[in-house]
């Protein structure tokens, strides 16, 4: 693998690989991430977007609650008027926030507006729980309205999303941050079955048995936190937490590649199948992160080593959505 962190390479998209969802639509297998955990202002992030897409990404991963998209849709805008990329040429997801599972359509129409297009490619329901927490909040704050899952509740919101599709506003909708019970009711229940699910997945956290019931399941997965999410916010970090970058195992490979190891995760990740969506406003991270898209495999024996340093070691618990009397752990365990 070649370190090309300081020459701010550019890939060409048609070389990078995409997945293939059960309409026929492609996906690209990497995205950049836009959430900048509290440390980047919307301007730097939608510049870090422009950056991106000038590299090559062609997948963007965008949510309502991230308080950016309108800075995201100028920067979509301004490319599209100067014929950088086209909208066809670029995958948009958004997501849902948990304040609005009631209004569905006003809340994507909003997401479509900020955005400044007509059309989402993936519309998320970002938590299963209508569960809110106002921005930035410390991680002892609570909604003093919180409830467990409810599944009659979530196919009120999934069928305002299958009627998002219905009026042609997203060519996809799909869910997060879900547990297997809950996806097999959904399964059972809906009728227009969710694309993809965006999992939290990283060497440290592979989760293994909900990725193979989603890929088994005609779902493809969309690994959040790829890189172990350094710099998140204090709020989502606990003194148990694990730092995949650092494992001995992570580092070892990366050195024999000459590539920082955070590379090295997500070329794990895109080699396990899961399209990893890092997150960075520096080029030359951005630039290392899509290079290593088109880089050769890594061997069967470094892909069986990362695979036995799983930690089982989730990084965003979700504590500040838990509601009375719960730990963080209700909203995973169903
Ligand atoms: N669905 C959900 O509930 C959910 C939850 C969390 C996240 N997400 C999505 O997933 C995206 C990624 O997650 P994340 O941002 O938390 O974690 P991440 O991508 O694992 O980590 C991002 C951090 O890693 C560092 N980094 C990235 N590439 C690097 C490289 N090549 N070398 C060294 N350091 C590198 C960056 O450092 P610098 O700051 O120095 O650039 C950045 O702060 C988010 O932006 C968001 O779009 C979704």
């Known amino acids: 693998m070649s370190n090309?962190?300081?020459k701010y390479c550019t890939v060409s998209p048609?070389?990078?690989?995409?997945?293939?969802?059960?309409?026929?639509?492609?996906i690209p297998a990497i995205g950049m991430g836009t959430f900048g955990s509290d440390n980047y202002s919307a301007d730097t992030i939608a510049a870090a977007v422009e950056q991106a897409i000038r590299m090559g990404y062609r997948h963007i991963d965008c949510a309502s609650v991230y308080g950016n998209e309108k800075e995201i849709g100028d920067v979509f805008a301004r490319l599209f008027r100067e014929g950088v990329v086209t909208r066809d040429e670029l995958w948009?997801?958004?997501?849902?926030?948990?304040?609005?599972?009631?209004?569905?359509?006003?809340?994507?129409?909003?997401?479509?507006?900020?955005?400044?297009?007509?059309?989402l490619d993936l519309?998320?329901?970002?938590?299963?729980?209508p569960n809110h927490h106002a921005p930035g909040v410390s991680v002892e704050s609570r909604d003093a309205n919180a409830q467990p899952y409810r599944h009659e509740n979530y196919m009120n919101t999934?069928?305002?999303?299958e009627q998002l599709v219905d009026e042609g506003l997203t060519r996809h909708i799909g869910t997060s941050n879900m547990s297997i019970p809950k996806l097999e009711r959904l399964l059972a229940d809906c009728r227009i079955r969710p694309a993809c699910n965006e999992m939290e997945m990283h060497p440290h956290f592979q989760q293994p048995e909900l990725f193979n019931f989603v890929t088994a399941h005609g779902m493809v997965a969309i690994g959040y936190c790829p890189v172990g999410s350094p710099n998140r916010p204090d709020r989502d970090k606990t003194p148990e937490?694990?730092?995949?970058?650092?494992?001995?195992?992570?580092?070892?490979i990366a050195r024999k590649y000459g590539v920082h190891p955070a590379v090295i995760c997500l070329k794990w990740a895109l080699q396990n199948g899961q399209i990893?969506?890092?997150?960075?406003?520096?080029?030359?991270?951005?630039?290392?992160?899509?290079?290593?898209?088109?880089?050769?495999?890594?061997?069967?024996?470094e892909m069986a080593a990362i695979k036995s340093i799983d930690k089982n070691c989730r990084f965003i618990k979700g504590q500040v959505f838990t509601w009375k009397g719960a730990t963080w752990e209700a909203l995973w365990n169903d």
């Not at 690989?17 to 059960?22: C, E, F, G, I, K």
């Not at 999934?158 to 999303?161: K, L």
């Open 14 to 26: 048609a070389q990078v690989p995409y997945r293939t969802l059960y309409t026929g639509a492609r």
């Open 92 to 119: 948009i997801t958004s997501k849902l926030w948990n304040d609005s599972h009631g209004r569905v359509g006003e809340s994507c129409r909003q997401s479509l507006c900020d955005l400044q297009i007509e059309r």
């Open 4 to 6: 090309l962190e300081d």
């Open 241 to 252: 937490d694990t730092v995949p970058i650092d494992d001995p195992v992570i580092v070892n």
């Open 276 to 301: 990893p969506i890092p997150f960075s406003v520096k080029p030359e991270k951005l630039a290392a992160n899509i290079h290593i898209a088109i880089e050769p495999p890594l061997t069967d024996a």
């Open 123 to 129: 519309y998320l329901v970002h938590w299963p729980f």
């Open 158 to 161: 999934w069928q305002a999303m």
